[in-house]
């Protein structure tokens, strides 16, 4: 069943899509979606779709697509390099 155009299900399906084609690895992917991410605000993927934020994200990482890198910075990894 395919999920209908701007709900919850539907940006989660759209970003895995694009993140796993990025990663090309099931568990990367599934990490990407549930780590907080400072270039979102600290939050995680998975978190701001639910919260209704999924057109955010999206465009995120259609953006970082097209420029062929998704950020991955997490608060833990900025404060390991401080």
């Known amino acids: 069943m395919i999920p209908k155009k701007d709900t919850p299900d539907y940006y989660l399906l759209e970003v ?3 993140v796993y084609k990025f990663f090309k690895d099931e568990e990367k992917a599934k990490a990407f979606m549930r780590s907080k991410n400072l270039n979102l605000g600290g ?3 998975i978190t701001l779709i639910k919260n209704g934020r999924g057109h955010k994200v999206l465009k995120f990482v259609q953006v970082a ?18």
């Open 16 to 18: 895995y899509k694009i």
């Open 43 to 45: 939050s995680s993927p």
């Open 65 to 82: 697509e097209q420029e062929n890198q998704i950020p991955t910075e997490t608060k833990e990894k900025k404060d390991e390099r401080s």
